[in-house]
């Protein structure tokens, strides 16, 4: 793995997995495009560190959230006096429980749909087009996310495991077709990932299948930079692009990328 190919698929993975193109289907097409062998020996490593990039970057955007929401949480448990904040940890609860059964109960049937499955992820980038589209001419509102919607979000997340499926795109899609407010559902969107990720990370570390011998820290570390600080960038950038309502236009790439994808599949196997 060369170094430029690190640095590569480390912006690929931190943009994308804010911006609504479906990181893990331009992590299948980005590794189609550089070779098999762009990726490491150890690339189950190389993934968990990139996952943990963008969710560290994640955690630096939404940090005074983050703050509130741990305070809000300690409050209620102690006094048992439910503020905002506290019931908003609650529906992060609630919105995790479908992704984390749909990934333990089909977790092998979703690892079987990656390596170079190049057909399916152009399929769904279209699909993900589909939802950009119908989010971006919802009318404003000013509604908050309620347990109902939590768990219906969750749901679009655990669907997100696709390769090609946008997980931003798909939650904050289903968050607005649901009549809930842009920017409150780009902050849930973003701040329900969190804890997931963390959790996948654990779960790969403690079932002992990442391999550690032939670690090469290099371009870990390269990787890792570029994830992170392409993350904080595209974190931000997203905010302000549901915000104004320019979803259209990530809805126009999935769909060219989508079948340049499935003419690349059928044509130049």
């Not at 002992?208 to 950038?237: H, K, M, P, Q, R």
Request: net charge positive.
């Amino acid at each position: 793995m060369e170094i430029l190919d690190a640095v590569i698929l480390g912006i690929v993975q931190g943009l994308t997995e804010f911006l609504p193109v479906s990181s893990s289907g331009h992590l299948e097409l980005g590794k189609a495009i550089l070779g098999s062998n762009a990726m490491p020996k150890e690339s189950l490593l190389f993934t968990v560190i990139l996952h943990f990039a963008t969710a560290l970057s994640t955690i630096v955007i939404f940090r005074k959230d983050i703050v509130e929401i741990f305070s809000g949480l300690f409050k209620a448990i102690s006094t048992r006096m439910w503020t905002e904040e506290a019931k908003f940890s609650v529906k992060i609860i609630v919105s995790m429980i479908p992704a984390v059964i749909i990934g333990y109960k089909y977790e092998r049937v979703f690892e079987e749909l990656f390596g170079n499955n190049i057909l399916l992820v152009g399929s769904m980038l279209i699909v993900t087009a589909i939802l950009l589209f119908l989010a971006d001419r919802a009318k404003r509102t000013h509604k908050k996310v309620g347990l109902k919607d939590a768990l219906i979000i969750g749901v679009a997340q655990g669907v997100a495991m696709l390769p090609g499926i946008s997980r931003s795109g798909a939650t904050i899609s289903t968050s607005v077709l649901l009549g809930i407010d842009k920017i409150k559902a780009a902050r849930f969107s973003f701040l329900m990932v969190i804890p997931l990720i963390f959790g996948k990370i654990a779960k790969d570390i403690l079932a002992g299948e990442i391999d550690y011998t032939s670690t090469n820290f290099t371009y870990l570390s390269v990787g890792f930079i570029a994830a992170f600080i392409s993350g904080l960038f595209a974190c931000t950038w997203m905010i302000k692009l549901v915000k104004q309502s320019k979803l259209t236009y990530f809805a126009i790439y999935c769909i060219i990328v989508g079948v340049i994808a499935i003419i690349w599949s059928l044509f130049y196997k």
